[in-house]
Structure formats: C-alpha cells, structure tokens
C-alpha cells in the first residue's frame, strides 16, 4: 500500500480512476480494480482512512466512533476480509432485557443453547404463537411493509414484542419509529442468528486498515476533492487529475456536492455515543442492554472489554452507551443509575460525540438511481445508501461500482474480484 500523508498531497497528475473516498465503499473498489490491474489513486480528504468506521485511543482504552459492530456473516465481508487477521472477537448470543417486573434479565438465543432454548418457553407464551406466525407470513409477502406494522401483527403486551423485538431493532436500525423495511430488518436479524455480532481484537478501524494493507494503489489523505467532472478532479489546493473514470465513494450528501442532481436528498438518522470506565463489571456476560422500561435517550449499553480485552486497560472496564443524538450527559447518567441500581455513579467518562450521519434513512432502489450507479459517461457512485446502511452494503457499492468502471476501461468482459483464501 502506498499511502502519503501532507498537507499539501503529492497527487499525481493523471490516473486510470480515480476514487473520491477512502471508506469502505472505496477501499473495496479498489481491491477489485488491483484485481484486474487497473491503475487507481484513492482521494480521503480526512487524515485517516476507513470513513465512519474509525477508532481512537484514549489512556489506554480503544474508542470506537459511536457503538459498531461486525456481523460475521457479511457475504461481502467473507469474500473481502480475513476474519483471522481481524482477531474477530464475538458478543455473546443474547441480549439483556428489561422484565415486566422491572428487572433486568439476560435472554439468550434459542438457536444456540440450551439456555436460550428455555427463554423461549419464559418470553414467548401460548397466545404468542398465533400472531408470530401471522408476523412471519406477513413479512414473507410483503417485504417493504415497515418492521413496525409487521410487529403491530403482535400483541401489544407480548413480552417478546415489547421487551425484546422493539428495543433491539430501535437501538441497532436507529429508528425509533422502525420505518424500516421489513426484508432489510429480516437480514440483519437473519445474520445475527447464524453468526452473531463480533469486534475486532484491536478496534473497529482494523476493517479498513485490512483492506488498505492489501492494496499496492496510491492512497493520498488530507486530499479534498471539491470538484468532479468528465475529465477527472479538482483538489481543494487546485491542483487536478485527469483520470478515463471517476468513482465519488462518499456519503450521500457529498455525493450531491460532487456531482449535483445525480440523485435526491437523502435524510440520514444521527447517533450519540458516551462511553465511561469502572473498576467493576456491570454485566456478567458480553451481551448487549437493550432498556424497555427505564425511559431515557439509552438504546445500547455493552461492556466492550467484555468481548475483547484489548478494549480497555488491565483492572478496567470500557462501557459503550449509545444514546439519541443531544442527549446530555446528565439525562444518560440519571437513565444508568435507574438501570445499574446507582452502580453508575462511580464510572468516569472518557469520551462522547455525536455520528450526524450514522445510517441512510433512504437507500437502495428506493433513491432511483441509473442502473449500474453510473450517473455519467465516465463518473460512477459508490457508498452504503445505493445497497444497505451496513457494512456489507458500503463493501457491496464498492464492488458493484468497480463492475461499472471495469467496463467503462476496458469495454466489457469478465471481472475477477478479491476472495480471501
């Protein structure tokens, strides 16, 4: 991999394409590029690469930015990444839950362990069954019904719905109306059952990190593209490269930047992050909170160290919390003391923010855009709200979005993409 870092980047004058961002959605469209040998120069206006997916260290702890997970049944991330490398690290298969009775309880999987096959007969009751099964049909034929009508086919008093179904999806879709289409809502839970939730040993930035370490192509950072058009880009600085294609691998708001009218507004929901350190575990198991009962701006809480050591220092405990966008710090300390019975109260914040643009509220076939992403005779789209708002889907666009470029360069034919072995 060749990666410069200035201020002032050393960029080339002329490349067979040029990528315009240094995510996901990039960094796989050039690996399937150096696949086929075609020459590429990544463009990342940030000093980092890995777009959202990025990590900091603070005194020891590893941060990510804002709660991330890694579903280990990603077919995209199977073909691009190698999950030894990645040290991949699982969350255990359950959830802990708020009871009817205001405790907390831990509900584990009913397809993993005998354990989780008991919760079953403690969350789902007799009168359950029935509109599960209506929920289930429902689902199978119409796959663009919101979750939350589908999850309306439950009684509003169903365990199950309430403490389990609702909470979950709201803290991990970030929708709290749950808008979101059911067939997107079913993968996701459908590659969480078969393979579960992981981190990285090392943090969530060890994603890109990978994928740019396989990399020989140019990688230029502190690189801000402000303008792009049929002839390639312009650089902030005002220096240009003449490239025969152009990938714009941004978000969807940049993306209308670059290349005005290629497709509509896309409302994106926001996230907050807080994270605190302890002397004590709070949860006995690497599982997630998902708060029913307790009211308050908490959708996620997980002990990070929990599920890899490498999280926090030795005799700490790393907690995540992830929150609605502008909650204070007073709100969420107050919903923690509720939930940890005060336990709370001794954790020290470390680090907060707020991911503006966390998920596309709109995505896919939904923003109507040409076939094949290409918008141009020679400028072609990329980024996670052309598929999902996941990582599969930002490694997916940027796939799709070399497919285009191979046959824009080279007029067609096969393409051979990266598989790790």
Request: hydrophobic share 40%; net charge neutral.
């Amino acid at each position: 991999m060749a990666t410069e870092h200035t201020s002032e980047p050393a960029v080339c004058a002329e490349s067979e394409v040029a990528i315009v961002g240094g995510g996901l959605a990039g960094l796989s469209c050039a690996a399937v590029l150096e696949n086929n040998g075609v020459e590429y120069t990544i463009l990342e206006k940030s000093p980092s690469i890995g777009g959202k997916v990025a990590t900091d260290h603070i005194d020891g702890f590893v941060l990510d930015r804002g709660f991330q997970v890694y579903l280990g049944h990603y077919p995209m991330g199977k073909r691009l990444l190698d999950y030894t490398k990645l040290e991949l690290r699982p969350f255990y298969k359950g959830l802990y839950i708020d009871t009817p009775s205001g405790s907390t309880t831990l509900v584990s999987d009913p397809f993993s362990t005998y354990l989780g096959a008991k919760d079953i007969r403690r969350f789902i009751s007799a009168r359950d069954i029935i509109p599960v099964f209506r929920a289930s049909v429902a689902q199978a034929r119409y796959p663009e019904t919101s979750t939350a009508e589908i999850l309306r086919r439950l009684r509003s008093s169903s365990v199950l719905r309430r403490s389990i179904a609702e909470p979950f999806l709201r803290g991990i879709l970030l929708d709290q109306e749950l808008e979101t289409p059911i067939a997107f809502t079913k993968s996701i839970a459908t590659f969480l059952a078969r393979e579960g939730a992981s981190l990285p040993a090392l943090g969530m930035d060890t994603i890109p990190k990978y994928l740019a370490s396989q990399l020989s192509g140019s990688i230029h950072l502190d690189a801000e593209v402000v303008r792009v058009g049929s002839k390639g880009v312009e650089l902030s600085d005002g220096r240009q490269i003449v490239s025969r294609c152009t990938v714009v691998a941004t978000d969807a708001r940049a993306t209308n930047q670059l290349v005005p009218g290629t497709i509509k507004a896309v409302p994106y929901r926001s996230v907050g992050y807080t994270y605190f350190s302890a002397s004590e575990r709070p949860l006995g198991h690497a599982a997630v909170y998902v708060p029913s009962l307790h009211k308050g701006p908490i959708l996620t809480v997980s002990v990070l160290s929990d599920v890899s050591v490498y999280y926090a220092p030795q005799g700490q405990h790393l907690i995540s919390v992830s929150h609605r966008a502008g909650a204070s710090i007073a709100d969420i300390r107050t919903q923690l003391g509720q939930i940890f019975k005060g336990q709370s109260n001794s954790w020290e914040d470390i680090a907060s923010g707020v991911i503006e643009e966390a998920l596309p509220a709109v995505y896919g076939e939904r923003l109507r855009v040409p076939i094949d992403r290409q918008v141009a005779a020679n400028i072609v789209l990329a980024g996670d709200f052309l598929e999902t708002p996941s990582i599969n889907g930002a490694l997916a666009s940027g796939v799709n979005a070399a497919r285009t470029v191979m046959a824009i360069v080279k007029g067609g034919g096969s393409t051979t993409e990266p598989r790790v072995k």
